[in-house]
């Protein structure tokens, strides 16, 4: 057995139960994968274990970025934490153990470097870089190549997996967005809080369309409606303007607001009337238990297409988190709102991924190229990775011959990728509501029947029903993800 058959058997990696041996090498036809982070770095390592050759190429030391500071692969710039590791009762968690059975690179040095942090997943950041850089050196299928690609890839590459983050260069930036279209890429991201339809009152609020409009697809009552009084209109402004706000970051300050796209408080700095006549206009909207205009609303837009999640309409925002979480459920029909993504607004560079991207992450335009990590429009270290891993499966796949479809969408895996291909309701084509990346949560998941009573036959109530929710949820997922795995191995 050859020294890179006996790594690649090592793997695991079969097609149709049999052993990876005596790989047959395409050496004519790489993957070549643009940017080392997180999700570059694993698909480089799924796509090297299953058999393909791989070069990686890397901008930096030769140019920096305005976030990161060292040359290593998988930099972490933000925080050290990979949140929950609870793969029961977390989605995140859940997400981690799927991506450690799909023998993910970036789990294995997590673990290996992580430091105490109670139930989420921290690690060493330092040594998780080192870790993820010196097993993509000593793969012998990857060739690195530090050097900066400053426009779309040949045409001779015919298999490209683009992972190039929120921070893609400029000139590579410019090159996708010539081939996409004007809607393609977001540079500036403004993100709307997103809620938990079932952590929602209705005996507040209530569904209606302004004038009761339908829109295509629509009923006429598309939209959660949440009535505010004068009083409530009032309390609400004044915490707005006093909350805690976060500081943009040195690199985003250049980058400036769109008047169609202010942060909450900012329209609420602007007079007490803005919000009035903005976001929260009551016009066309009777609140059914009055019989009368409300003195402001705010709406809510189904987020996903399971309906599950609805997206508070115009809320970006430059809250803290804490803030947030206290001024939103100051708002009647949200005193009790469980949140699957607060909002904010950051510089970052995504794709519109439910018009540009199909099933298999590919771009429509031009099917050589794959994307892969943050730039894809999901949020979060293991997100980003999750992506690439399966970006470096697929592209494997193409390599082999073979075709291997997305991971059921009652899985982690699956849920995001359906989510981010065409799981999200606003991106129609040449729709201008831009899509909104997303981290895994629960709410991306279909429906599941939940236990009514616990083993002692008990009826289960309040957070009992939501917590046997999330277990039923993971379990149903790991059996799937554990299926889809043994069935679509990849090998020569």
Not at 100 to 120: T, Y
Not at 222 to 249: H, R, V
Not at 264 to 287: D, I, Q
């Amino acid at each position: 057995m050859t020294r890179q058959s006996k790594n690649l058997g090592k793997a695991g990696l079969r097609l149709q139960n049999k052993p990876l041996e005596g790989v047959l090498m395409t050496q004519n036809n790489p993957i070549h994968i643009i940017g080392a982070g997180l999700g570059g770095s694993e698909a480089a390592w799924q796509a090297a274990n299953a058999g393909a050759r791989v070069v990686l190429h890397e901008m930096r030391p030769v140019r920096q970025t305005d976030a990161h500071q060292t040359d290593g692969f998988a930099e972490l710039v933000c925080s050290n934490s990979f949140r929950s590791d609870d793969a029961e009762n977390n989605a995140v968690g859940l997400l981690h153990e799927e991506m450690r059975r799909a023998s993910s690179l970036i789990m294995r040095e997590a673990d290996a470097n992580k430091v105490p942090a109670g139930g989420a997943l921290a690690v060493d950041r330092d040594g998780f870089s080192a870790g993820v850089t010196a097993a993509i050196e000593a793969h012998p299928n990857i060739e690195i190549r530090r050097e900066e690609i400053t426009g779309l890839p040949p045409a001779d590459w015919s298999n490209v997996i683009i992972a190039t983050g929120p921070l893609t260069s400029a000139p590579l930036a410019e090159a996708i967005h010539a081939i996409t279209g004007e809607q393609a890429l977001a540079f500036f991201d403004a993100i709307a809080p997103i809620i938990h339809k079932e952590s929602i009152n209705f005996d507040t609020a209530w569904f209606q369309s302004r004038y009761d409009k339908k829109g295509p697809g629509g009923d006429g009552a598309d939209y959660i409606n949440c009535p505010m009084d004068e009083a409530q209109y009032t309390a609400f402004l004044e915490a707005l303007n006093s909350g805690e706000k976060t500081q943009f970051k040195e690199w985003e300050k250049s980058t400036p607001y769109f008047e169609g796209c202010l942060p909450v408080e900012v329209m609420a700095e602007r007079g007490p009337e803005t919000l009035r006549f903005g976001p929260m206009k009551p016009v066309g909207l009777t609140n059914p238990r009055t019989g009368e205009r409300s003195h402001a609303v705010v709406q809510l837009r189904q987020d996903n297409a399971l309906g599950t999640l609805y997206n508070m309409v115009g809320f970006q925002t430059k809250l803290t988190y804490g803030a947030q979480a206290h001024i939103w459920r100051m708002i009647p029909g949200l005193e009790k709102a469980e949140f699957a993504r607060l909002g904010g607004i950051h510089r970052n560079t995504f794709l519109n991924s439910p018009n540009l991207l199909d099933a298999g992450l590919r771009l429509k335009a031009r099917p050589a190229l794959r994307f892969a990590g943050q730039i894809t429009g999901v949020e979060g270290y293991l997100e980003s990775a999750a992506i690439g891993l399966l970006c470096g499966r697929f592209a494997a796949a193409d390599i082999h011959g073979v075709d291997i479809p997305s991971p059921p969408e009652t899985t982690a895996l699956g849920a995001l990728i359906r989510h981010i291909t065409g799981g999200h309701m606003s991106s129609g084509a040449g729709s201008k509501k831009a899509f909104q990346p997303m981290n895994i949560n629960f709410g991306l998941f279909p429906a599941i029947e939940v236990p009514k009573t616990d083993a002692t036959g008990r009826r289960l109530k309040g957070k009992e029903k939501g917590a046997a929710k999330k277990r039923a949820i993971s379990a149903r997922a790991l059996e799937d993800v554990e299926n889809w795995l043994q069935q679509h191995r990849i090998a020569a």
